[in-house]
């Protein structure tokens, strides 16, 4: 599987963005899919994760409520739709794609995730 993130820039503090990561191959509804994010200096962080048929979501306190993941498996696609953006969400954020994830505290684990997308970049200015 390979995975291309995309939708990142610049936006002003209470703004909203929309990344979106597109998967190869015909087996994306096989796949749970997260979105993680590394800030500078920091490690790669837990944002949010989406179950292979989408009926169930996980979010990292930090962005419960202003984030929303979601996913369109006949377009082998996944969302992240950001709001109320605060200057500590400025990372990279990078999508991924896990196959055989079980129990709801594995979806925040990067270790579970087999493949990953190359990261786009999101700004937040104050």
């Known amino acids: 599987v390979q995975l291309q993130a995309s939708g990142g820039g610049l936006v002003q503090a209470g703004g909203s963005l929309s990344l979106s990561c597109a998967a190869s191959g015909r087996t994306f509804s096989s796949y749970a899919m997260g979105w993680f994010r590394q800030a500078p200096g920091k490690e790669r962080e837990f944002v949010a994760a989406i179950r292979r048929s989408g009926d169930t979501t996980y979010y990292a306190d930090s962005v419960e409520g202003r984030f929303a993941i979601s996913r369109d498996n006949a377009k082998n696609t996944v969302y992240l739709q950001m709001n109320s953006l605060k200057p500590e969400d400025t990372a990279v954020y990078y999508c991924?794609?896990?196959?055989?994830?079980?129990?709801?505290?594995?979806?925040?684990?990067?270790?579970?995730?087999?493949?990953w997308g190359q990261g786009t970049l999101v700004t937040v200015s104050s």
């Open positions: 991924a794609a896990g196959a055989g994830i079980y129990g709801s505290s594995s979806y925040r684990r990067l270790g579970q995730y087999d493949y």
